[in-house]
């Protein structure tokens, strides 16, 4: 099979992917073989790529999977040849320590990552147990579907740890492939909120697809929304935002910070003036089996707008470079099979 190769960490303009054939991987007890038809590209690859986030090397990055079941592994199940699968970020949890056995398996002390601590979807083919595959229902197609799978699964997680309202006002900062499906699942459930965006530059592509989905304000980082926010999440590599969500953040409001490492230190800041008031600031690690399939679900009922921008396999390190310079609106979907 083909497959992109990530064997040492450095820059991403330094192009480190290798698209390389390798042996189409066998399908062990438990476990289903998935030929990919598509997989998502996401910020949490540029952390892996660059070294923020430690990796096995080498690895095949990717943890956004659709495809259709190829083969079954010895007492498989919950699949069929021929069904439509998803794979995402939990690979696999031990179900025995103490954040499994309260239901955090998100915070597993054993956790392993897909496309991270094992091989993932930037490949023909991959193999998972079917404990951590899941059902696609029907409606979108597998290209934008991909991004349902982290994008939209953890910003729905991000979402349930707001705490939100209906009537609230939530600001979202940054307006990438997540922030852009977490919207209009905000607007399904809780229709009298307010929705404040901040994105990176004035009317940029990013701007304007907030405006065409309906946000009630659109500004920049360091702008003053016209309200406070009872609720916001954080999606940006940028240090600085936190301060920024907390200077507009209501009374007793809560920012949620949706990235694994920041590519910026956090400022300062000075207690009384940005955390007093009972504000919080929570980050998002992970997600759950449950996420996934609570998310999958809802996905199905809302009519959503996924924007994707789709590059074949052989183009991973362009979508890449596209993530990371802003240049595509939406999600980079790589289109495989
Ligand atoms: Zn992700
Ligand atoms: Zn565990």
Request: hydrophobic fraction near 35%.
């Amino acid at each position: 099979m083909l497959a992109q190769v990530l064997r040492r960490v450095s820059r991403v303009e330094d192009n480190p992917l290798e698209l390389v054939e390798l042996p189409t991987p066998t399908p062990g007890r438990g476990e289903i073989l998935i030929k990919i038809s598509a997989c998502g590209v996401c910020h949490t690859e540029l952390d892996e790529v660059e070294g923020r986030l430690p990796c096995r090397l080498p690895v095949i990055l990717g943890h956004q999977v659709v495809g259709r079941v190829e083969q079954l592994g010895e007492g498989v199940n919950r699949f069929n040849i021929g069904d439509r699968v998803g794979v995402a970020w939990i690979y696999y949890a031990c179900g025995r320590c103490y954040h499994c056995v309260n239901g955090e398996e998100n915070l597993c002390d054993n956790f392993k990552g897909t496309g991270c601590d094992v091989n993932g979807g930037y490949a023909e083919y991959m193999t998972v147990s079917e404990d951590f595959a899941y059902h696609i229902p029907g409606g979108l197609d597998d290209t934008h579907t991909a991004p349902l799978l982290c994008a939209g699964a953890i910003g729905y997680r991000a979402l349930k740890l707001t705490g939100m309202r209906n009537g609230e006002t939530i600001g979202l900062y940054g307006y990438g492939a997540s922030a852009h499906i977490i919207h209009q699942v905000i607007k399904s459930m809780y229709p009298d909120s307010k929705i404040y965006v901040f994105t990176r530059r004035r009317n940029d592509a990013s701007s304007q697809l907030a405006e065409k989905l309906g946000a009630d304000w659109i500004g920049v980082t360091g702008d003053t929304p016209p309200s406070r926010l009872h609720r916001a999440i954080d999606t940006t590599p940028s240090g600085l935002v936190i301060k920024e969500a907390l200077r507009n953040l209501e009374k007793g409001g809560r920012l949620v910070v949706n990235v694994i490492r920041k590519e910026t230190p956090v400022p300062e800041i000075e207690y009384s003036e940005y955390l007093w008031g009972e504000r919080e600031v929570k980050s998002v690690a992970n997600i759950t089996r449950r996420d996934v399939q609570e998310f999958l679900v809802a996905a199905a009922r809302t009519p959503l707008k996924i924007n994707v921008t789709e590059f074949k396999l052989s183009e991973a390190g362009s979508a890449l470079l596209s993530l990371k310079y802003g240049r595509h609106t939406g999600a980079a979907v790589l289109k495989i099979f």
